[in-house]
């Protein structure tokens, strides 16, 4: 079975900084493209940003604040969000994507963030 679960969300003040967790189990985590998404409220779900192959990309609204990571032999993928904005509150999501198979998608739960003075 396999599970995304996300850590790491909470209340924080503009400026601030998160580190978002995501433990992956059941997949072969290596094979799998890693992604943080997020979705305020009457808002789709958007990308943040992915990692695969050592290879990081970004949304424009987070270059420069947020940090993508990996841990392989942990199984698990990071944000660090720094530079907090009101406008960044949403429920973040982790995704990981096999790099062969579209079918083989899975998402978390998601981690609450608010950035709120």
């Known amino acids: 079975q396999v599970q995304l679960v996300e850590s790491g969300g909470g209340l924080v003040q503009p400026g601030g900084s998160l580190r978002l967790s995501c433990a992956a189990s059941g997949i072969t985590f290596s094979l799998y493209t890693m992604g943080w998404y997020r979705q305020a409220p009457g808002e789709q779900r958007e990308l943040v940003a992915i990692t695969t192959g050592g290879r990081t990309n970004y949304a424009d609204f987070v270059k420069g604040r947020f940090t993508i990571s990996r841990d392989n032999a942990k199984n698990t993928v990071y944000l660090q969000m720094n530079s907090l904005k009101p406008e960044d509150t949403a429920v973040y999501h982790c995704?990981?994507?096999?790099?062969?198979?579209?079918?083989?998608?899975?998402w978390g739960q998601g981690t609450q963030v608010s950035v709120s003075a």
């Open positions: 995704n990981a994507h096999h790099h062969l198979s579209r079918a083989l998608d899975y």
